[in-house]
């Protein structure tokens, strides 16, 4: 939640070390592989993750003609198989939408996380990876209202003020890019890599006057 991933892994991995039928871990551990494109390793949590889901215990991969073997067919065989028993299931929605982050479906990604808010509208989580797959897909002003959402049900939620500035910026909204920045590090002093896109963003906004402090990280 505070944009640390190589941090959430390690914790991650240590849990599933623990329980290595966490359903919660394996899910969240997919998406930080996902955010450090490092696809390999999580697509192979979301296929454990729906193997070790009592509900889909029984799915098997199934031969269809068209796919190719790989982990990435294999993983969205079975989640589709399982969408198919329970259309309305979000966790399978989430976990599908994280896999077609993966392989860069980003269309498809947003399907999922849109279907998975109508069955579970309160999840702030669930925006935030709607918004970052619209930025993904360079639809940066829809995502910026998926953000809003995100942090109307969780104003302290620090990767989502993160996200809300990059797409500020992609809009060349520098003002706006610098405020969520701030709010950003006054709500995670230690997303030490916010102080270069802040950086930029006074840059583009001729602030010199501003960029000793900004070096400073003050």
């Known amino acids: 939640e505070n944009d640390e991933e190589r941090k959430a892994i390690s914790c991650l991995e240590r ?3 623990h329980d290595p039928y966490s359903l919660e871990a394996l899910l ?3 998406v930080s592989y996902v955010n450090e494109l490092n696809n390999g390793q999580a697509l192979a949590n979301l296929k454990t993750w729906v193997q070790h889901n009592v509900k889909y215990t029984e799915l098997e991969i199934q031969d269809d003609g068209y796919g190719d073997g790989t982990v990435l067919d294999d993983v969205q065989n079975l989640m589709l198989q399982a969408l198919q028993m329970n259309p ?3 966790d399978v929605l989430e ?3 994280v896999c077609y982050n993966a392989s860069r479906d980003y269309d498809s990604a947003v399907e999922s996380f849109r279907a998975a808010i109508a069955a579970r509208p309160n999840d702030y989580q669930l925006w935030n990876k709607l918004g970052a797959t619209l930025a993904n897909s360079s639809r940066s002003d829809e995502a910026l209202s998926a953000y809003n959402k995100a942090l109307d049900l969780k104003p302290k939620y620090a990767r989502a003020w993160l996200n809300m500035a990059i797409s500020h910026s992609n809009l ?3 003002e706006d890019a610098a405020r969520c920045y701030l709010q950003t590090l006054s709500l995670n002093p230690d997303a030490v890599h916010a102080w270069s896109y802040l950086r930029i963003a006074l840059t583009c ?3 010199w006057d ?3 402090l900004s070096n400073a990280q003050d």
């Open 95 to 97: 976990a599908l939408g």
């Open 28 to 30: 969240a551990l997919g």
């Open 172 to 174: 060349h909204n520098y």
């Open 15 to 17: 849990a599933i070390e």
């Open 210 to 212: 501003l960029l000793p």
């Open 88 to 90: 309305n299931d979000a």
């Open 205 to 207: 906004l001729e602030r």
